[in-house]
C-alpha cells in the first residue's frame, strides 16, 4: 500500500505509514475511496487497541512485581 503523502511502500493493513506517519485507510467520514473494504470499524479498532493496552499494563506491572521480589531477594 503506497502512502499518499510521501509514497513510501507500507505492507496491506497498516493504518499508519511508518514513513510519514500519515493515515493511510480513508476515515468514514472522509468519504475517501469507495473501493477499498472496510477492514474493520473504528468501535472495533478501539476494542482491540484497548485490549492490547490493557496487556501491556499488566506486563509491565508482573516485571515490575518480579523485579522488586528479585532485588528484595539478593539484598
Do not use: F, H
Request: one cysteine or more.
Amino acid at each position: 500500500m503506497r502512502c499518499p503523502r510521501c509514497g513510501a511502500d507500507n505492507p496491506e493493513g497498516k493504518i499508519l505509514c511508518r514513513a510519514c506517519g500519515a493515515r493511510l485507510r480513508p476515515s468514514a467520514a472522509g468519504g475517501g475511496q469507495a473501493a477499498l473494504p472496510a477492514r474493520e470499524s473504528d468501535a472495533e479498532l478501539r476494542r482491540r487497541v484497548s485490549y492490547d493496552l490493557t496487556r501491556i499494563v499488566w506486563v509491565m506491572g508482573v516485571v515490575v512485581a518480579v523485579g522488586l521480589g528479585l532485588g528484595l531477594m539478593l539484598r
